[in-house]
Nanobody
Framework: QVQLVESGGGLVQPGGSLRLSCAAS??????MGWYRQAPGKQRELVAT????????NYADSVKGRFTISRDNTKSTVDLQMNSLKSEDTAVYYC?????????WGKGTLVTVSS
């Protein structure tokens, strides 16, 4: 059973930056991603990264502002978020797709507000 633990959320002003990190309890050599869920909205994809880190995919709303990366030696996946906007406010979840089985962390809250 893989466990995912997110960290790094918090309160930041518009235009600021945050770095989220996801630590896995075991090997994560598979596709991983970050999703988010804003109040009253459905969970949506933010970014994904392939097992080797060679390919990434981003939601249009975060392209050019967010960067996903991973370190398989440390079993971590990070999300660098720059130029944050109020609409980025959400709970951010780490996701692992391991042989078709989806694993989720409990999420970390990001609040963008002045």
């Amino acid at each position: 059973q893989v466990q995912l633990v997110e960290s790094g959320g918090g309160l930041v002003q518009p235009g600021g930056s945050l770095r989220l990190s996801c630590a896995a309890s075991g090997s994560i050599f598979s596709v991983m991603g970050w999703y988010r869920q804003a109040p009253g909205k459905q969970r949506e994809l933010v970014a994904t990264i392939t097992s080797s880190g060679g390919s990434t995919n981003y939601a249009d709303s975060v392209k050019g502002r967010f960067t996903i990366s991973r370190d398989n030696t440390k079993s971590t996946v990070d999300l660098q978020m720059n130029s944050l906007k109020s609409e980025d406010t959400a709970v951010y979840y780490c996701n692992l797709n391991l042989f078709g089985v989806l694993y989720w962390g409990k999420g970390t809250l990001v609040t963008v507000s002045s």
